[in-house]
């Protein structure tokens, strides 16, 4: 079974703060997605990458940056956290046709 | 642009009752289709997918036929269960590796 892992589940940060929030699939999956997911917004894709230190902006960039050193991790940086990014993260990872698998989310709070 | 149209939820049955969920689609070329499913405070899990006109995916006692015809890959069940209680996704990976998310439909099941 594929599995994506997110190094937190739950998050409470102060505004300002820097923030980041790690992803790891092992199934070697080149292609791995940042996501945020509100209330009546649905997913929006943040930033994703299709291969180790190869980044592409999605829908929502602002405010976000990414990493990605090695193919089974993908890192998502909050540069300086504000209110407005409390959400729920979803981290994906995806082979061509088959569909993204997902990892548990991390619900971040900014205080 | 392409782009993924679900009903609107939210939908509450009875147990035993039949599940339709509705889904079209709009793509340049031809999309492999797929459902994910959300439980409260998860991440997506895919459900089923389908890569070609006319395929069903099937999984769970869920099913979805990709009908090229009418840009619609409906998802069926004919026996909900309490346990079947989630957000349902569909979406869409088009020939450029890109995803498009529906907004997805509350499912809420009633003994």
């Known amino acids: 079974d594929v599995k994506v892992t997110q190094s937190s589940r739950y998050l409470v940060k102060r505004t300002g703060e820097k923030v980041f929030l790690e992803c790891v699939q092992d199934m070697d999956h080149e292609n791995m997605f940042w996501y945020r997911q509100d209330p009546g917004l649905g997913l929006r894709l943040i930033y994703f990458s299709y291969d180790v230190k190869m980044k592409e902006k999605g829908d929502i960039p602002e405010g976000y940056s990414v990493s990605r050193e090695k193919k089974e991790r993908f890192s998502l940086i909050l540069e300086s956290a504000s209110t407005n990014q409390t959400s729920m993260y979803l981290c994906a990872s995806s082979f061509v046709g088959r569909g993204q698998y997902f990892g548990p989310g991390t619900r971040l709070t900014v205080t | 642009g392409d782009s993924v149209t679900q009903m609107e939820g939210p939908v509450t049955l009875s147990e035993e009752a039949f599940l339709t969920i509705n889904c079209t689609y709009t793509?340049?070329?031809?999309?492999?289709l797929f459902w994910y499913v959300q439980y409260p405070g998860e991440g997506l899990q895919l459900l089923l997918k389908?890569?070609?006109?006319?395929d069903k995916g099937s999984n769970k006692g869920f099913e979805a036929t990709y009908r090229k015809e009418t840009t619609s890959f409906h998802l069926e069940k004919g026996s909900v269960q309490v346990s079947d209680s989630a957000v349902y996704f569909c979406?869409?990976?088009?020939?450029?590796?890109?995803?498009?998310f529906g907004t997805g439909t509350s499912l809420t099941v009633i003994p």
């Open positions: 979406a869409q990976q088009n020939t450029g590796n890109q995803f498009y």
């Open positions: 389908a890569t070609k006109a006319d």
């Open positions: 793509a340049t070329g031809y999309p492999s």
